[in-house]
T-cell receptor, first 113, second 114 residues
Framework: AQSVTQLGSHVSVSEGALVLLRCNYS??????LFWYVQYPNQGLQLLLK??????LVKGINGFEAEFKKSETSFHLTKPSAHMSDAAEYFC???????????FGTGTLLAVQP | DTGVSQNPRHKITKRGQNVTFRCDPI?????LYWYRQTLGQGPEFLTY????????KSRLLSDRFSAERPKGSFSTLEIQRTEQGDSAMYLC????????????FGPGTRLTVL
């Protein structure tokens, strides 16, 4: 069965510091991987996705993620945190040709001034 | 507004009552999904439509739940005989083209069952 594990349900960083949100997946077939962000009382917005090709994926708002097959990881990073980055972040996988997204439990990012 | 819309945004009901939620996807999208999100958890897949055909249902979708997408446009999710455990945020998403393309999410309907 496919699954996603997000280490750290809460992460706090200072404004301007590096953001690192961890995601590991389990999939028996080559996965498609996604990071979504959710602001309070809003739906989810796609930050970036990996399907095939280049393993370093750049997304919106300065975020990027690297697909590492050997480590079954897809960690999300941003060099310098902004106050506006405070939100909940979800890693998700679509295993193979199935249509559903399987989400992790989320990481709530707090950015301190 | 060309995004995914959901109505109502909030619903409070008493245990045992029936509720129905509506999702209007982005007009050109042929794929439509329903997810459920409880506090502290990520969204969980409920069901998937391609046009008007319901192609996949999760085991979470008990016989009290039914979803439709007549004419392949808007979709409704009905919960009969609601239980307190049904309290959650119900999210709708739509997408176009291939399955791994982006799913665009609506703002959700928050259901509280008293």
């Amino acid at each position: 069965a496919q699954s996603v594990t997000q280490l750290g349900s809460h992460v706090s960083v200072s404004e301007g510091a590096l953001v690192l949100l961890r995601c590991n997946y389990s999939s028996s077939v080559p996965p498609y991987l996604f990071w979504y962000v959710q602001y309070p009382n809003q739906g989810l917005q796609l930050l970036l996705k990996y399907t095939t090709g280049a393993t370093l994926v750049k997304g919106i708002n300065g975020f990027e993620a690297e697909f590492k097959k050997s480590e079954t990881s897809f960690h999300l990073t941003k060099p310098s945190a902004h106050m506006s980055d405070a939100a909940e972040y979800f890693c998700a996988v679509t295993p193979g040709a199935t249509n559903k997204l399987i989400f992790g439990t989320g990481t709530l990012l707090a950015v301190q001034p | 507004d060309t995004g995914v819309s959901q109505n109502p945004r909030h619903k409070i009901t008493k245990r045992g009552q029936n509720v129905t939620f509506r999702c209007d996807p982005i007009s050109e999208h042929n794929r439509l999904y329903w997810y459920r999100q409880t506090l502290g958890q990520g969204p969980e897949f409920l069901t998937y439509f391609q046009n008007e055909a319901q192609l996949e249902k999760s085991r979470l979708l008990s016989d009290r739940f039914s979803a439709e997408r007549p004419k392949g446009s808007f979709s409704t999710l009905e919960i009969q005989r609601t239980e307190q455990g049904d309290s959650a945020m119900y999210l709708c998403a739509s997408g176009a083209g291939l399955a791994y393309n982006e799913q665009f999410f609506g703002p959700g309907t928050r259901l509280t069952v008293l």
